[in-house]
């Protein structure tokens, strides 16, 4: 199983971003931030039939989608503020229910992650 996070890099306060990952099918798929000295916090996640969740510190500023043609994930980041500096995971589970995977962590898989950094 691999998960292969790409297109991180640092911007500048306000700019954006597109985060990509490499994905296979599961049931819940979303995008994990870790920061240096915080708690790991789920941002973005996406089901199978395409609903998506987002956590409160990123709506209405990222937007987590799927391309099917590719088997790709992707993140779009707006908006970018310096509190938006992580390192983003890329992060799979075989659990149906997305809210859930996204609110208690409950992931199978990780990718290496991809670092942005705000600035």
């Known amino acids: 199983v691999q998960l292969v996070e790409s297109g991180g890099g640092s911007v500048q306060v306000g700019g954006s971003l597109r985060l990509s990952c490499a994905v296979s099918?599961?049931?819940?798929l979303a995008w994990v931030r870790q920061a240096p000295g915080k708690e790991r916090e789920g941002v973005a996640a996406?089901?199978?039939?395409?609903?998506?969740y987002y956590s409160d510190s990123v709506k209405g500023r990222f937007t987590i989608s799927q391309d099917n043609a590719s088997n790709t994930l992707h993140l779009q980041m707006n908006s970018l503020q310096p509190d938006d500096t992580a390192m983003y995971h890329c992060?799979?589970?075989?659990?149906?229910?997305?809210?859930?995977?996204?609110?208690?962590?409950?992931?199978?898989?990780w990718g290496q992650g991809t670092q942005v950094t705000v600035s």
């Open positions: 992060a799979a589970s075989k659990i149906d229910d997305c809210y859930a995977v996204l609110t208690y962590d409950l992931y199978n898989y």
């Open positions: 099918a599961y049931s819940c």
């Open positions: 996406y089901t199978r039939s395409g609903d998506t």
